[in-house]
């Protein structure tokens, strides 16, 4: 089984540990560390240290280049980029022990330059046609996060309309237009986090970048929601909401079930990539020929180790 996983926003993310933080003093800290990540790395990282063949697509650009990559090669990663003469940004974790808080400040990246879209393509089209004895052909596709600006809305809904006519399976981890414009070419699993599904398509529910106050509520207008999606689109779909038990629609033979499913609780040490660590595991379970709970169930038990170690992105 070979997977392609795609992610436009490549990140250097940079993790600080602190007893506790004091505002308007300086505050110092030898637990620190710096590692690749951004949605797709850390998915296909996880996927290969679960054993598969996964191969990350993105775009590099800038000074920091040369230090992304020899990272990729450290965590043995296959990876294939384009130039887009775009400085890779940097993302900051800091995690206080006095009370388990996880803060991230994201860095926005810089537009891509003119043709980025146009070698992006080229170099999607040959990886799907072309194969070698070290890499079969691809089985899965997972599109995770954001694009840097720059790119068109239309280039992940081309990329899944490409892969599903190759025959592919798609997955998505994706919100906003990238997610709507690439509904209509049918992919498999759908995986954005509640909020994510949210601002996507009941954006009501959200006040103040917060979703309201009314559990009963969001739960409801959220399941309609989904199963009308599902419905439509002939997808599965997963709603992943922190530590609270997930939300998904499968596809039964007949019509679409909306379920919960419980997350057990762990004391976490850094949850910046829980969420690619399941999609991971998810994607890696439904290629093992997986039934959908059982996928889930693997996505979940991977999103726990991953929240057990400081390194983002990680089960090992």
């Known amino acids: 089984m070979s997977y392609l996983v795609v992610c436009l926003n490549p990140t250097l993310q940079k993790t600080l540990c602190f007893q506790s933080v ?9 637990i620190h560390r710096l590692d690749i990540a951004g949605k797709g790395i850390c998915t296909t990282r996880v996927l290969t240290q679960l054993g598969k063949k996964a191969l990350h697509l993105t ?9 992304f990559l020899s990272l990729c090669e450290k965590d043995s990663l296959s990876v ?3 130039e887009s003469a775009s400085q890779i940004r940097f993302c900051y974790t800091l995690i206080t022990d006095s009370d388990s808080v996880v803060t991230e400040l994201v860095e926005e990246a810089e537009p891509v330059e003119a043709d980025t879209e146009l070698r992006l393509m080229e170099k999607f089209d040959s990886l799907l046609t072309e194969k070698s004895a ?3 052909d691809f089985e899965y596709l997972i599109v995770s996060g954001t694009k840097a600006a720059g790119f068109s809305d239309e280039v992940i809904p081309l990329m899944v309309k ?26 498999d699993v759908v995986k954005p986090n509640l909020y994510e599904f949210a601002s996507t398509f009941t954006p009501e529910l959200i006040k103040n970048n917060e979703l309201i106050d009314d559990e009963a509520l969001v739960k409801w207008q959220i399941k ?8 439509k689109y002939g997808c599965r779909l997963i709603l992943t909401r922190g530590s609270r038990k997930i939300w ?8 679409a079930k909306f379920f919960e ?11 910046i990539g829980c969420g690619d660590a399941f999609t991971a595991a998810l994607a890696a379970a439904l290629g093992d020929g997986k039934n959908f709970n059982e996928a889930i169930a693997e996505g979940i038990r991977c999103g726990a180790l991953n929240a057990a170690l400081l390194k983002p992105g990680v089960i090992l």
Do not use: F, H
């Open 224 to 231: 309609n929601a989904a199963l009308d999606i599902c419905k």
């Open 261 to 271: 499913v419980d997350i057990p609780t762990v004391k976490p040490v850094n949850t």
């Open 22 to 30: 004091i505002p308007d003093t300086v505050n110092r800290t030898a």
């Open 162 to 187: 490409k892969a599903k006519e190759k025959g592919l399976k798609v997955i998505l981890d994706v919100k906003g237009k990238d997610l709507l414009n690439s509904l209509e070419y049918k992919p």
């Open 248 to 255: 998904a629609v499968d596809l039964p033979v007949n019509d």
């Open 59 to 67: 775009q590099l650009g800038g000074d920091m280049r040369q230090l």
């Open 134 to 136: 070290s890499r079969p």
């Open 80 to 82: 294939e980029w384009v």
